[in-house]
């Protein structure tokens, strides 16, 4: 067997072993897109800060106190000995080293992409909705994560909240999810951003789909949200979708 170009590093839901949060899904769906051959290393959880730290890769995110916060995804690219902490900047890298595959950012939108990249994980992180999302973590694992989440984000996730309640919190993802779709609006023929076209900017909305897929509860009832938006981009993307 020979060695995969790349090796990425995702992280582990609770078993069957899978993809579930957003950014290293943005990460596989590029990786599938462009065709690159790659192999994947799972990563519990709890164990992302000793990986990232024994990669030597720095931290690419701050806890608003400050603190280094260790994220994956990451690649580690064999063939050019390049190691890459960041999916943004993972889709860069690809496009650069890779290409003769197909491209996911025109050169004339790495700007651009980087700001849709930004917009698209405030409106899907707006506060006061978390806990309509349920991580597929284990026991121990879920009880971290949450506790970090309070601690460092004051994000109450988690928490068990009255049918009452949901209902009317589903109704403000919902509304959140406005302006995002307003967007897509403006290439009504879809199912992508710019119509017939796939650019990364749609895996960029895909992995956080991907993520409310697996951890949603309502998901069947999102897809038609926004005249079906959200089911229609996911269902394009499904031929990138898969994990190896
Ligand atoms: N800007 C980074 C953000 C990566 C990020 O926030 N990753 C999250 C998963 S979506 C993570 O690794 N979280 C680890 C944790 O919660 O301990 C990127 O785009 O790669």
Avoid at 103 to 131: E, K, Y
Avoid at 148 to 177: C, H, R, Y
């Amino acid at each position: 067997m020979t060695t995969p170009h790349i090796t990425f590093y995702d992280i582990a839901s609770a078993a069957p072993v899978r993809t579930f949060a957003p950014n290293p899904w943005k990460t596989r769906l590029a990786l599938n897109y462009k065709g690159v051959d790659y192999e994947t290393v799972f990563v519990p959880l709890m164990d992302v800060e000793k990986v990232r730290r024994d990669l030597d890769v720095p931290p690419c995110r701050l806890y608003p106190d400050g603190s280094s916060f260790y994220t994956l995804p990451i690649i580690r690219d064999h063939h050019h000995q390049i190691i890459k902490g960041d999916s943004f900047d993972i889709a860069l890298y690809l496009d650069d080293k890779y290409p003769h595959l197909p491209r996911l950012i025109p050169p004339s939108s790495i700007s651009i992409h980087a700001a849709f990249n930004q917009f698209v994980d405030t409106v899907f992180t707006r506060s006061g909705v978390s806990h309509l999302f349920k991580m597929p973590l284990d026991a121990t694992t879920i009880q971290v994560f949450q506790k970090k989440m309070m601690d460092k984000f004051n994000i109450p996730w988690g928490m068990v909240t009255t049918a009452e309640q949901e209902k009317k919190d589903v109704e403000t993802f919902k509304s959140n999810l406005n302006d995002l779709a307003n967007v897509f609006r403006c290439r009504d023929e879809g199912p992508f951003l710019e119509g017939a076209c796939l650019s990364y900017a749609d895996l960029i909305v895909g992995g956080w789909l991907m993520m409310i897929e697996e951890t949603f509860s309502k998901w069947d009832e999102m897809r038609g949200w926004h005249g079906g938006l959200w089911g229609r981009l996911s269902d394009a993307l499904d031929k990138y979708k898969e994990i190896n």
